[in-house]
């Protein structure tokens, strides 16, 4: 129900933009969050939206990192710029409902390396 794309390798300093797109007509109702796992680390929650549309971050990317969305094209997006080296993780999205619990996609792979 959901699919991330748009990781890859970039150099520091660089820019990618995440895409996750949903199944269904929710990228506006839920909150709809970006996650990531570093190696050997836990998983870290990013960014989220929520469907009135404000946005938080973790500090650790805030002024670097932006979340959006598209809810004709029920995508939610992350804009990652100045990437640093531990940005790499694998980035995946999430969003909860009662109805539906808690939903994944899969993730896609960030790496920051010269």
């Known amino acids: 129900q959901l699919q991330a794309s748009g990781g890859g390798l970039v150099p520091p300093g660089g820019s990618l933009r995440l895409s996750c797109a949903a199944s269904?007509?929710?990228?506006?109702?839920?909150?709809m969050r970006w996650y990531r796992q570093a190696p050997g680390k836990q998983r870290e929650l990013v960014a989220w939206?929520?469907?009135?549309?404000?946005?938080n971050y973790v500090d650790s990317v805030k002024g670097r990192f932006t979340i959006s969305r598209d809810n004709v094209k029920n995508t939610v997006y992350l804009q990652m710029n100045n990437l640093k080296p531990e940005d790499t993780a694998v980035y995946c999205c999430?969003?909860?409902?009662?109805?539906?619990?808690?939903?994944w996609g899969q993730g896609t792979l960030v790496t920051v390396s010269s």
């Open positions: 269904g007509s929710i990228v506006n109702i839920a909150t």
């Open positions: 939206i929520v469907s009135a549309g404000s946005t």
């Open positions: 999430n969003y909860y409902t009662v109805a539906t619990g808690n939903i």
